[in-house]
């Protein structure tokens, strides 16, 4: 059984990267999608002081000299192109296509894939890229290959449609998916800047991104009117140029990458697109595309943050990208076309958590079933791999969570403890809501005796808070500091007439509780009927033990009446009514009226 430290570690946000490095680059992919908070805790131990939306262009000398940060870029470049070439070969061969244009699709794909991925990630954000290149491999690899020709070149296939509409569409798709795809990732991994107060409104996020879609639009156009191979080069490098020094505030290194973007922009020729496109042509649409995504990411992450530039540099440049190569064609088609794929991916955070919710609370379901048979054989519980600890994403409430947390704080309470504070800040609060008050409601259901319940005030907490059962738990608690303060008595007489009024205090809770409403009534109103009949049985017990005595009633308490430990004042009661009662007792026990109000 795990003692604290590891239960702890075992539900964090920092876990430790597998030194696998095909396992951990799935892993690194895995918290930027799912768990963006361990992604930004293993970039602050690695280098503290990169940011979480950082780019290429911000690493210095002593981050090239680091083994781990070389291992982080390495194993996160390697696990996407992975993902979207086995997305691209399974959507193909569900079109039933031949293995030769399956083949094709995901070498196009991840070639435009990785172009775009270091275009975006050189001076924008080396996490934007990541999913920018996802978006886009996935597109041009499906699409692509779907309404173009086959591996000797990109003919137009499909004489219904024209070649302007399904190339605008293509585009427009990529670029837009890209964008909301890239905005929830810089979004999620930015979490940490936004809480710190750096979030934006509406209004500046909208205005950002307007004026980066606008800036790659017209670069694209400009780039479009250029003739001359060095005017071209000073067109694409010289803007780029700008934006790495506006980012990095280093001259040396913008004039340099301006130079080297500018040179190999120079480069181009579009005149002829083929597959058998050479390394140069592919090297001067990398320098293109870097270009025109890397300045309206800029201007757009100066106005309104990461998340705002992701999405301007993806439709800027995919915009600046199609007026480069269609200058003649209207812009409305590829405009709508983003549009649409802007709301596939700015919309990802509602429509994602309920497309796999059936898929997450089936796993979840599969991990409780395993634990309800490992933990009574003291195995250690597989709760930790409950998609509650890992997707950060999810807002629906997962169903069975609490059931599970019930389960394992029953069988291993470290680990449900530790449980239980990592939940208790996030979205799935409720079900460690729910499973305390399980947990308080277990402890309270086990008072079997008399000293049991004065003891469970001890053993559950319960403050002033409001919450689903704050008021029933404070209604236990103080019934069990009331049968404290009874036990505390001298005399049978005071711990007896004590007692008797708590169980007719429990009396009024459980027909309170039998006409409530709330969610937990019925949950709490078996305990309260067991804690009755406890007490009646001691109340009986007493009676016995002072008929056997022949003990003579005394409503004076001895001693200080009122003690920290006597939290109850006993005082007097009705004296006629008591001595009504006296004097009808068959035992007739002598009556001394003590003092001046004797009469």
């Keep these: 059984m795990p003692d604290k430290q590891a239960s702890a570690a075992m539900f964090t946000d920092a876990p430790a990267l597998r030194r696998n490095v ?49 291992r982080l870029l390495a194993m996160t470049y390697l696990a996407w192109p992975l993902v979207s070439g086995g ?11 031949p293995g030769e244009r399956m083949v094709l699709g995901v070498i196009l794909g991840l070639a435009v894939g990785v172009m775009s991925s270091f275009a975006a990630g050189f001076a924008g954000s080396f996490v934007v890229g990541t999913a920018v290149g996802m978006a886009i491999s996935i597109v041009i690899g499906l699409a692509g290959i779907l309404v173009f020709g086959s591996s000797d070149s990109l003919i137009f296939q499909s004489p219904r449609l024209s070649f302007d509409l399904v190339a605008s569409t293509v585009i427009g798709l990529a670029g837009g998916l890209a964008g909301g795809l890239s905005f929830g990732v810089a979004a999620g991994v930015g979490i940490r800047e936004r809480d710190q107060g750096m979030g934006y409104s509406l209004p500046r996020l909208a205005g950002g991104v307007i004026v980066g879609i606008v800036i790659g639009a017209v670069g694209g156009r400009l780039t479009n009117l250029t003739s001359g191979s060095v005017t071209l080069g000073m067109v694409i490098g010289l803007p780029f140029g700008v934006a790495v020094l506006w980012r990095t505030r280093s001259w040396g290194r913008s004039l340099i990458a301006g130079w080297l973007v500018g040179v190999a922009g120079s480069l181009i020729n579009l005149t002829n697109i083929s597959l058998t496109a050479s390394l140069v042509e592919m090297l001067a649409l990398t320098a293109l595309l870097s270009s025109l995504f890397t300045v309206p990411y800029i201007l757009a992450e100066s106005i309104a943050g990461p998340w705002a530039g992701a999405m301007a540099g993806a439709l800027g440049s995919g915009g600046g990208f199609f007026l480069y190569v269609f200058p003649d064609q209207p812009f409305g088609p590829i405009l709508l076309f983003s549009l649409g794929g802007v709301l596939l991916g700015l919309t990802l955070a509602w429509w994602r958590p309920v497309v796999m919710y059936p898929l997450v609370v089936g796993w979840n379901y599969v991990l409780y079933r395993l ?41 291993q ?14 979205r799935q609060r409720w079900a460690a809501q729910e499973a305390q008050i399980e947990l308080d409601a277990q402890q309270l259901a086990l008072c079997d005796t008399v000293a049991a319940i004065a003891g469970a005030n001890q053993e559950v907490a319960a403050g002033e808070l409001t919450g689903p059962a704050s008021a029933l738990l404070r209604s236990f608690s103080r019934i069990s500091q009331d049968v404290d303060a009874a036990l505390r008595q001298e005399s049978l007489y005071n711990r007896r007439l004590t007692l008797s009024t708590v169980e007719d205090r429990l009396n009024g809770l459980l027909r309170e509780l039998t006409r409530s409403n709330e969610p937990y009534a019925d949950r709490f109103r078996p305990i309260a009927a067991d804690w009755r009949l406890v007490l009646a049985d001691a109340v009986q017990q007493l009676a016995d033990e002072a008929e056997l005595r022949q003990e003579i009633d005394s409503p004076y308490v001895i001693g200080v009446p009122l003690t920290e430990q006597q939290e109850i004042f006993i005082g007097r009661v009705d004296i006629s009514a008591r001595i009504e009662q006296l004097l009808l007792d068959r035992r007739q026990p002598p009556l001394l009226l003590y003092g001046q109000r004797r009469v």
């Design 371 to 411: 634990d309800q048979a490992r933990l009574p054989n003291g195995r250690t519980s597989l709760l930790r791999w409950h998609s509650a600890f890992w997707d950060e994403f999810q807002r629906l409430p997962l169903l069975g969570l609490n059931n599970h947390l019930s389960l394992v704080l029953a069988y």
């Design 87 to 97: 997305i691209i070969a399974c959507g193909l061969w569900f079109f039933q296509l």
């Design 22 to 70: 095909f396992v951990g680059s799935f892993q690194l992919l895995f918290w930027l999608f799912f768990h963006p908070s361990a992604w930004r805790n293993h970039l602050a131990e690695i280098s503290p002081d990169l940011r979480p939306n950082f780019c290429l262009s911000d690493l210095r000398w002593h981050h090239w000299r680091s083994l781990q940060v070389w």
């Design 413 to 426: 309470v470290e680990l449900g403890t530790a449980a239980l504070e990592h939940l208790s800040s996030g």
